[in-house]
């Protein structure tokens, strides 16, 4: 079956950086994009952005632009989201979730990331 | 970018009854590239409408969308239990691919 997994939950200091895996199994990983969607602590969704996992184009949310970088290995089918100079804000968990056209579904699991001094 | 606000933020209802949550976006919405979830507590999202008015699989028809333009809304008749939780609307721009999320509606037990 489908199957997103994610790596396990970071606490991170402001200023650092912190980089969130995606595993992707059970398709063909350049037939779906990939979408990055964070959840702050009692708060909604906020999409991050999306990578293309035939050919790696990006989009990301403009507020995140220059803070956040999204790759993928399709050897590994496996996708990534790096996000720098954190901050106390940047506490969420953070979902991946295959992309089909304008649905996403299903997601991963959830990775929590904590930035606190 | 199109904003989606979503009313109410909470909704107090009781089994049995009917709930309607609303999504006004700020602009028109293709209808193909309007969809609802529902996430509960420690879980990811997970479709329940897409295209603003189809069921995806598994989702029990009590569950039903309607509207276009910039004006949709999620029906739940005859709520159960397991239907108390936070529901969100979200909408794809293409070219480049483009998402947004409602705030979210928490829809709780009276």
């Known amino acids: 079956q489908v199957q997103l997994v994610q790596s396990g939950a970071e606490v991170k200091k402001p200023g650092a950086s912190v980089k969130v895996s995606c595993k992707a199994s059970g398709y063909t990983f350049s037939n779906h994009g990939i979408s990055w969607v964070r959840q702050a602590p009692g708060q909604g969704l906020e999409w991050m952005g999306w990578?293309?996992?035939?050919?790696?184009?990006?989009n990301y949310a403009q507020k995140l632009q220059g803070r956040v970088i999204m790759t993928t290995d399709t050897s590994t089918s496996t996708a990534y989201m790096e996000l720098r100079s954190l901050r106390s804000d940047d506490t969420a968990v953070y979902y991946c979730a295959r992309v089909s056209g304008s649905l996403f579904g299903p997601w991963g699991q959830g990775t929590l990331v904590t930035v606190s001094s | 970018d199109i904003v989606l606000t979503q009313s109410p933020g909470t909704l107090s209802l009781s089994p049995g009854e009917r709930a309607t949550v609303s999504c006004r976006a700020s602009?028109?919405?293709?209808?193909?590239?309007l969809a609802w979830y529902q996430q509960k507590p420690g879980q990811a999202p997970r479709l329940l409408i897409y295209?603003?008015?189809s069921r995806a699989t598994g989702i029990p028809d009590r569950f039903s969308g309607s509207g276009s333009g910039t004006d949709f809304t999620l029906t739940i008749n005859r709520l159960e239990p397991e239907d108390f939780a936070v529901y969100y609307c979200?909408?794809?721009?293409?070219?480049?691919?483009?998402?947004?999320f409602g705030q979210g509606t928490k829809l709780e037990i009276k």
């Open positions: 295209g603003a008015s």
């Open positions: 602009q028109s919405v293709s209808r193909s590239y």
């Open positions: 979200q909408q794809y721009g293409s070219s480049p691919p483009t998402y947004t």
């Open positions: 990578i293309s996992g035939y050919n790696g184009d990006t």
